[in-house]
């Protein structure tokens, strides 16, 4: 059974930051591309960072220079630093697997950016 399961969210003051890491159980994250994404109330689930099995990284337009995701395939981990948060990032973070059609969801991880 695959299992994707995030942490390190929360409550932050703008400007502040935050890491959220995903640790993946039952597959080996090495070939997979891995992504974070995020959903705000009422709006469409956006993809916010990507990283191949190569290492080669995608950002959304809105927070390149403050996001940073990184991967550890011999710790099957993923993680997302994100640094300069604005009210605007407040979302649910998803962690996401996905390979040649095979796609896995973690359950979700609230982050609220707000004074």
């Known amino acids: 059974q695959v299992q994707l399961v995030e942490s390190g969210g929360g409550l932050v003051q703008p400007g502040g930051s935050l890491r959220l890491s995903c640790a993946a159980n039952?597959?080996?994250?090495?070939?997979?591309?891995m992504n974070w994404y995020r959903q705000a109330p009422g709006k469409q689930r956006e993809l916010v960072a990507r990283?191949?099995?190569?290492?080669?990284?995608n950002y959304l337009d809105s927070v390149k220079g403050r996001f940073t995701i990184s991967r550890d395939n011999a710790k099957n981990t993923v993680s997302l630093q994100m640094n300069s948060l604005k009210p605007e990032d407040t979302a649910v973070y998803y962690c996401?697997?996905?390979?040649?059609?095979?796609?896995?969801w973690g359950q979700g991880t609230q982050v609220t950016v707000s004074s």
């Open positions: 990283i191949t099995g190569g290492g080669s990284t």
């Open positions: 996401n697997a996905f390979w040649v059609g095979q796609g896995y």
């Open positions: 039952g597959i080996s994250i090495s070939i997979y591309s």
